[in-house]
């Protein structure tokens, strides 16, 4: 019965942390857009981004193809109170660019 409830409560916490980052498309652009200018909004936004490039261009003629939510990690605190707090470490995107 306890592993069952521990399973439980692990899947509940890893749906519950894919659907936290379930934002991140909103920021995603619905054409070409400026790669630093995605990037900035995201990083300005909390997140850390990971930029996934195809081909050889410079950066600024390259244009976004989409953005991921990537892991997010978070740590529970109960100390001091009954029920434990969530609280979000590191928020992770990644930007795919075409060159």
Do not use: W
Not at 36 to 56: C, F, H, M, P
Not at 69 to 89: A, I, K, N
């Amino acid at each position: 019965m306890n592993k069952f409830l521990i399973a439980t409560l692990t899947a509940g916490g890893l749906a519950a942390a894919v659907l936290g980052t379930s934002g991140v498309a909103v920021a995603a652009p619905t054409g070409p857009s400026q790669v630093d200018q995605t990037i900035r909004s995201l990083e300005d936004s909390g997140y850390n981004v990971i930029i996934n490039r195809s081909g050889a261009a410079p950066l600024s003629s390259c244009t976004v193809t989409s953005v991921r939510p990537g892991p997010t990690h978070t740590t529970f605190d109960s100390r001091g109170s009954g029920s434990p707090s969530e609280t979000v470490l590191s928020k992770t995107v990644h930007v795919n660019v075409a060159c």
